[in-house]
T-cell receptor, first 116, second 110 residues
């Protein structure tokens, strides 16, 4: 399976500041990556689809100006949480679709964001 | 609207007992179906997928199109099976995001 990394694994920031989270596909190039958000003891909620070479596609209710996504290369997507507030504190997870036709996805380890 | 239902938030069983984690879906067409597992402090990982009809770690899942269900089963639970389990249908294959059910926490005690 593919290896997906995220950096940082955890970050604490002050309210009003911005935080950038990186997601890297280490084994193969990915034209598409996905960003999810997971609150404690809850399921993953899809936030957006990151598309290499074009704008990200955001799910309904996700503010695109607040959660900036940049698919900088075929192996890197970044999620920037702008003007973070305590309610943005969450676990952010990225995933990369597998190269086969089965539809499986490979997930990063997640980034724990705490906004104080 | 597309929907995935995992009715049990928590399922507690004793070691050696049978386990069934329920999943029902409401999708147009014929989605592909997956079960993902998240062990404590680990990343989400694929457990099994319907299309390959495989058995992983003793778990199986049968697709019942009539009942639109894809329940996950294991005849004898082990303590190491304790984890969060997510059912995830995929409407279109490769390149489409997974939409997860709310998940079921399986707790296996001795």
């Amino acid at each position: 399976g593919a290896v997906v990394s995220q950096h940082p694994s955890w970050v604490i920031c002050k309210s009003g500041t911005s935080v950038k989270i990186e997601c890297r596909s280490l084994d193969f190039q990915a034209t598409t990556m996905f960003w999810y958000r997971q609150f404690p003891k809850q399921s993953l909620m899809l936030m957006a689809t990151s598309n290499e070479g074009s704008k990200a596609t955001y799910e309904q209710g996700v503010e695109k100006d607040k959660f900036l996504i940049n698919h900088a290369s075929l192996t890197l997507s970044t999620l920037t949480v702008t003007s973070a507030h305590p309610e943005d504190s969450s676990f952010y997870i990225c995933s990369v679709p597998g190269q086969g036709t089965f539809g499986e996805q490979y997930f990063g380890p997640g980034t724990r964001l705490t906004v104080t | 609207a597309q929907r995935v239902t995992q009715p049990e938030k928590l399922l507690s069983v004793f070691k050696g007992a049978p386990v069934e984690l329920k999943c029902n879906y409401s999708y147009s067409g014929s989605p592909e179906l997956f079960w993902y597992v998240q062990y404590s402090r680990q990343r989400l990982q694929l457990l099994l997928r319907h299309i390959s009809r495989e058995s992983i770690k003793g778990f199986t899942a049968d697709l019942n199109k009539g009942e639109t269900s894809f329940h996950l089963k294991k005849p004898f639970a082990q303590e190491e099976d304790s984890a969060m389990y997510y059912c995830a249908p995929l409407e279109n294959q490769a390149g489409t995001a997974l939409i997860f059910g709310k998940g079921t926490t399986l707790s296996v005690s001795s």
